[in-house]
């Protein structure tokens, strides 16, 4: 079965500027989850979707959004870009929204902010 | 606040060398404990789920324990295969199935 996938990889852009990322959840899987992982913060959880809802939100501003969709592949966007957006942003999928689901992690986009 | 923290921060071991990483937590109710392994420029990968004090889960030469503070990640006569960064996350009733990280622990084992 094919893991998490992520896409792009890496991204390089300038402040101000908007970005969409792309996770494409394992097959079956329902929920897909979002980190940002800096090195002074760690993981950070941004947003859960389930259903093409947003079932969960983590402590960030407005500019971070994302969205689901039927397929359960989901995006999140970053609009006006900032110098702190630079981070490896983790998609995770589980099969279902419950607790103690397992999430599991795709392979990250790292994304610089110049 | 739920918060998760990790010990030590960094750990260098010898291949062979049994030690014991620390996660300590203070959540508003567990409602799990997960532990995941992450390799430099890869996302994490899941090793185990502990739902409730007492619990153990092994897989091959790691053991994960659960207490009502804490939990330990023991890894028994390390190969340098081993080495990585492993997370330790809670999810926490008020932080719905959100999972919270600890800022991770960084293990190198030499030959």
């Known amino acids: 079965k094919a893991g998490v996938t992520q896409t792009p990889r890496y991204l390089i852009k300038t402040r101000g500027q908007q970005v969409t990322l792309s996770c494409s959840p394992i097959s079956g899987h329902r929920s897909v989850s979002w980190y940002q992982q800096t090195p002074g913060q760690g993981l950070q959880f941004l947003f859960e979707y389930f259903s093409e809802t947003q079932r969960n939100k983590g402590n960030f501003p407005g500019r971070f959004s994302g969205r689901q969709f039927s397929n359960s592949r989901s995006e999140m966007n970053v609009s006006t870009l900032e110098l702190g957006d630079s981070a490896l942003y983790l998609c995770?999928?589980?099969?279902?929204?419950?607790?103690?689901?397992?999430?599991?992690f795709g392979p990250g986009t790292r994304l610089l902010v110049l | 606040e739920d918060q998760v923290t990790q010990s030590p921060e960094a750990l260098r071991l010898q291949e062979g060398e049994s030690s014991s990483l620390n996660c300590s937590y203070t959540v508003s109710g567990l409602r799990g404990l997960f532990w995941y392994r992450q390799d430099p420029g890869k996302g994490p990968e899941f090793l185990f789920t502990?739902?409730?004090a007492g619990e153990e889960k092994e897989k091959e030469r790691l053991k994960a324990t659960l207490t009502k503070k804490e939990s330990f990640l023991h890894i028994t006569a390390p190969k340098p295969e081993d080495s990585a960064t492993y997370l330790c996350a809670v999810q926490a009733n008020q932080a719905g199935t959100a999972l919270i990280f600890g800022k991770g622990t960084t293990l190198s084992v030499s030959s």
């Open positions: 502990l739902y409730s």
């Open positions: 995770a999928s589980s099969l279902g929204q419950g607790f103690l689901e397992t999430q599991y």
